[in-house]
């Protein structure tokens, strides 16, 4: 079985993001593997220990993915596509999934797992359009893969009212739940043998296509500004007889709040 994952770099939303003038602000910025991706990694490389699958993941970004490719080298990944093309820099889902398409196209794999969505984004579409762009299979939300024979597997998902079993006619794509595994820390011997592992780096023109032919031209959707959250009010805590704080709290709900 071929098996190629999706990797994303993402901001680390866990850290204080702020955002001025409609931009977020690169100063203290920390970046990571998107989080659903890391699952992903760890899928494909449970299924490579369970059953000899082979595994490649290829990253879309400019040169310091690097750094998260290898992290995946130490999860225990076999080859890395780093596709790096400045052309890409703002473009939208459904261009990087035509881009995925060619990787896909260009190593006859058998399944594609990829995070579920996207942590800084949430949009959760490429993976799909993927699927939809290619005419093959696709499951969302999966917590469980099971192979039944060279041509099949099996997978669990959340759906909206339980765990949903389908079986899946391969070649397919599936977006995996954080629910599906807990990924590996990588051991000290994975890490150092990682550093030697060759990444095959190339832009469009290598992937054999053009920004335009994947769609980038004429974008579908585009983030045109970015707001920041806005912050609660602090509480305010009443001591006192039950009767006293009863009587304090209506009267700010009828008279400062204005709900009664």
Same mark, same amino acid.
Request: proline share 3%; glycine share 8%; charged share 25%.
């Given at each position: 079985?071929?098996?190629?994952?999706?990797?994303?770099?993402? #901001?680390?939303?866990?850290? @204080?993001?702020?955002?001025?003038?409609?931009?977020?602000?690169?100063?203290?910025?920390?970046?990571?593997?998107?989080?659903?991706?890391?699952? $992903?990694?760890?899928? $494909?490389?449970?299924?490579?220990?369970?059953?000899?699958? &082979?595994?490649?993941?290829?990253?879309?970004?400019?040169?310091? =993915?690097?750094?998260?490719?290898? !992290?995946?080298?130490?999860?225990?990944?076999?080859?890395?596509?780093?596709?790096?093309?400045?052309?890409? /820099? !703002?473009?939208?889902?459904?261009?990087?999934?035509?881009?995925?398409? +060619?990787?896909?196209?260009?190593? &006859?794999?058998?399944?594609?797992?990829?995070?579920?969505? /996207?942590?800084?984004? &949430?949009?959760?579409?490429?993976?799909?359009?993927?699927?939809?762009?290619? @005419?093959?299979?696709? #499951?969302?939300?999966?917590?469980?893969?099971?192979?039944?024979?060279?041509?099949?597997?099996?997978?669990?998902?959340?759906? &909206?009212?339980?765990?949903?079993?389908?079986?899946?006619?391969?070649?397919?794509?599936?977006?995996?739940?954080?629910?599906? =595994?807990?990924?590996?820390?990588?051991?000290?011997?994975?890490?150092?043998? $990682?550093?030697? +592992? +060759?990444?095959?780096?190339?832009?469009?023109?290598?992937?054999?296509?053009?920004?335009?032919?994947?769609?980038?031209?004429?974008?579908?959707?585009?983030?045109?500004?970015?707001?920041?959250?806005? +912050?609660?009010?602090?509480?305010?805590?009443?001591?006192?007889?039950?009767?006293?704080?009863?009587? !304090?709290? #209506?009267?700010?709900? #009828?008279?400062?709040?204005?709900?009664?």
């Amino acid at each position: 079985m071929k098996i190629l994952t999706t990797v994303k770099k993402v #901001v680390d939303v866990e850290l @204080n993001i702020h955002v001025e003038n409609g931009a977020i602000l690169d100063k203290g910025l920390q970046y990571v593997i998107n989080a659903w991706d890391e699952n $992903a990694v760890e899928a $494909a490389v449970q299924l490579k220990e369970s059953h000899k699958a &082979d595994t490649t993941l290829v990253s879309l970004g400019s040169g310091d =993915n690097t750094d998260i490719i290898r !992290k995946c080298y130490a999860m225990g990944i076999d080859n890395a596509i780093h596709i790096d093309d400045p052309a890409l /820099a !703002k473009a939208d889902s459904p261009t990087f999934a035509r881009v995925l398409q +060619k990787v896909y196209e260009a190593g &006859d794999y058998d399944l594609v797992i990829t995070g579920k969505q /996207a942590q800084d984004t &949430d949009a959760g579409q490429a993976g799909i359009m993927l699927a939809q762009f290619l @005419n093959i299979p696709c #499951v969302s939300n999966v917590i469980k893969i099971e192979v039944t024979d060279d041509s099949h597997i099996q997978v669990s998902r959340l759906g &909206d009212a339980g765990t949903e079993i389908l079986d899946v006619t391969l070649p397919a794509v599936i977006t995996v739940s954080d629910g599906i =595994n807990e990924p590996r820390l990588p051991a000290m011997r994975g890490i150092m043998m $990682a550093k030697k +592992k +060759k990444i095959n780096v190339m832009d469009l023109a290598g992937l054999g296509t053009s920004f335009e032919d994947v769609g980038g031209t004429a974008p579908t959707s585009e983030i045109v500004e970015f707001m920041p959250t806005e +912050k609660r009010k602090g509480g305010q805590k009443f001591e006192g007889e039950p009767a006293e704080v009863t009587a !304090k709290v #209506v009267d700010l709900l #009828v008279n400062e709040a204005k709900v009664l």
